[in-house]
């Protein structure tokens, strides 16, 4: 099965720093590439998701990943955080049905 | 349904005794997922369902854990003679895959188990 690692465990910014989150995985045929988002006390929900076409996909809140296939990537940026940006991120990967995730990292915005 | 449900939302039972958590996907779902969520940890795969069948059954911790799905869409997870270390959120989720259509997976709100 494939893997997914997330390098970050826990990264602390202030608002208006920028934000990336590393996110490798270990299969190398054709994946769907997810990133999740848990709020505090809120259950997963989509930031974003790449299936094929355009490499640098956009999502919600400011949110938006590169897909590099040469380096097995998926990074999660964002160019100015907020405070309310506050959450864990897990990064996924799915392959036909299969879904797997990264540990997830916390991240603590301070205002 | 709108979305993924799961239930119950708060399980206490004690050490040694038999619980079923249940997850109802969203309708037309053809994949449904089972993972554990620790305090502090990631999402553990559990098992994941293709219609009935589930391909990969690895990620289940031990024998006393199992799954069935029935007609394509309720499944129940089963934890025999449960432990303390079996305390965590168990979230399950669904999605579309096949007939050339293939969507993200929607979570449930999980069930939380606590093994005293």
């Known amino acids: 099965a494939q893997s997914v690692s997330q390098h970050n465990h826990h990264v602390i910014l202030s608002e208006a720093a920028s934000l990336e989150l590393g996110c490798n995985y270990s299969?190398?045929?054709?994946?769907?590439l997810f990133w999740y988002v848990q709020y505090p006390g809120q259950h997963l929900q989509l930031l974003l998701k790449?299936?094929?076409?355009?490499?640098l996909v956009k999502g919600i809140k400011g949110f938006e990943a590169e897909f590099i296939k040469s380096k097995f990537s998926f990074n999660l940026r964002k160019p100015s955080v907020q405070w309310s940006d506050t959450a864990e991120y897990f990064c996924?990967?799915?392959?036909?049905?299969?879904?797997?995730f990264g540990a997830g990292t916390r991240l603590t915005v301070k205002p | 349904g709108a979305g993924v449900s799961q239930s119950p939302s708060n399980k206490v039972t004690e050490k040694g005794k038999d619980v079923e958590l249940r997850c109802d996907p969203i309708?037309?779902?053809?994949?449904l997922y089972w993972y554990r969520q620790s305090l502090g940890q990631g999402l553990e795969f559990l098992i994941y369902?293709?219609?009935?069948?589930?391909?990969?059954k690895s990620g289940l911790p031990s024998d006393r854990f199992s799954a069935e799905r029935t007609g394509g869409s309720v499944s129940t997870l089963t934890i025999q003679r449960t432990q303390q270390e079996d305390s965590a959120v168990y979230l399950c989720?669904?999605?579309?895959?096949?007939?050339?259509?293939?969507?993200?997976?929607?979570f449930g709100q999980g069930t939380r188990l606590t093994v005293v």
């Open positions: 989720a669904s999605s579309l895959v096949g007939q050339g259509l293939n969507t993200e997976a929607f």
């Open positions: 299969y190398g045929g054709t994946v769907n």
């Open positions: 790449y299936f094929s076409g355009d490499p």
């Open positions: 996924a990967v799915k392959l036909v049905g299969d879904m797997r």
């Open positions: 309708s037309g779902h053809t994949a």
């Open positions: 369902f293709q219609g009935n069948s589930a391909p990969d």
